[in-house]
């Protein structure tokens, strides 16, 4: 059973990084062909996938949030790690890391089949 938990901070100042990092237990990250993802949810609004990293090393990103985001892994300790640049109140989210079997979009997070549980983080003064 794969399990996946996020773990960083639960608050960041306006304009600095926003550091996650996703442990993944029960499988490993460079397991063809697997896709490690970072998901958010404002409150009230729907689930946005903001990028992902295979299981070869590869990176892909939203193009609404690339110039911002960098996803990076550390296979020895099988976590990979969302940073978050120049953050806003608007960043105001939960973030959730998700493994897929192919790439997903904003559409189709649902196909996502192992999930963190998702951490709470705020961005405020």
């Known amino acids: 059973q794969v399990q996946l938990q996020e773990s960083g901070p639960g608050l960041v100042k306006p304009s600095q990084t926003l550091s996650l990092t996703c442990t993944v237990s029960?499988?490993?990250?460079?397991?063809?062909?697997?896709?490690w993802s970072w998901i958010r949810q404002p409150p009230g609004k729907g689930m946005e996938w903001m990028g992902a990293?295979?299981?070869?090393?590869?990176?892909y990103y939203n193009p609404s949030l690339k110039s911002r985001t960098s996803i990076s892994r550390d296979t020895s300790k099988n976590q990979f790690t969302l940073q978050l640049s120049s953050v806003t109140p608007e960043d105001t989210a939960v973030y959730y890391c998700a493994r897929s079997p192919r790439l997903i979009t904003t559409a189709t997070v649902r196909d996502a089949d192992y999930w963190g549980q998702g951490t709470q983080v705020t961005v405020s003064s």
């Open positions: 990293i295979t299981y070869s090393g590869s990176a």
């Open positions: 029960g499988g490993s990250i460079t397991t063809n062909y697997y896709y």
